[in-house]
């Protein structure tokens, strides 16, 4: 049995963090949002949301995605 575990690195991508982090930030601010009743902000903490997809998807195409020739993965 081998020890070492051949991990296809997916996601852990300056990319993929920044999504993740934007898209974290407009589900918590949307859910204070539907408790507190304001839905004009809830709606635009969904902008927020489909705006941390696009960000996601732009910095991957520009080369920071796990395959980019911008990223280089930690050594384990």
Do not use: C, Q
């Not at 539907?34 to 903490?45: G, H, I």
């Not at 080369?63 to 980019?68: C, D, E, I």
């Amino acid at each position: 049995m081998s020890n070492s575990i051949d991990d296809p690195g997916h996601g852990h991508s300056p990319a993929a963090w920044t999504a993740v982090v934007i898209m974290l930030v407009a589900v918590a601010l949307g859910t204070v949002f539907f408790v507190l009743d304001m839905p004009v902000l809830v709606w635009a903490s969904v902008g927020l949301l489909l705006g941390g997809l696009i960000v996601g998807w732009a910095l991957a195409r520009a080369g920071w995605g796990v395959n980019g020739p911008k990223y280089v993965a930690k050594e384990h």
